[in-house]
């Protein structure tokens, strides 16, 4: 995984600290920030919640995923997007999300059976 030290977008911190629905996503890519080029949810595990977006700036593509046990955002992966069609570059971050969603499968139904509980 890439050194997030310098990669991480500073707006992380102030996403909530649950899932986010796409319209969020979607404000997100159509920003004033000069550096950000768009944004794309991936569907997650509950209809109409994001767990995971990618989001396109200027060198690199990061892909941006909700950690349910911390409760937070951050980036699960960044790749270099010179040279890639816009397709290579969706097509790659999904790949990437999907591979996330797989390894934390475990992780967010426990966080939503908690939930459920709560509730």
Do not use: C
């Not at 937070?72 to 591979?99: I, K």
């Amino acid at each position: 995984m890439a050194d997030d030290s310098e990669t991480s977008p500073s707006f992380l911190s102030a996403l909530p600290s649950q899932p986010i629905t796409d319209d969020i996503v979607k404000r997100i890519g159509e920003s004033d920030n000069p550096k950000i080029r768009g944004a794309m949810g991936f569907p997650g595990s509950t209809p109409g919640s994001i767990e995971a977006f990618l989001l396109d700036m200027e060198a690199k593509t990061h892909v941006i995923v909700f950690d349910p046990s911390a409760e937070q955002w951050h980036v699960y992966n960044s790749f270099e997007t010179e040279g890639m069609s816009h397709q290579e570059m969706v097509d790659h971050a999904s790949e990437l999300a999907n591979e996330w969603l797989a390894q934390s499968l475990s992780d967010r139904i426990a966080a939503a059976e908690n939930t459920d509980q709560d509730t």
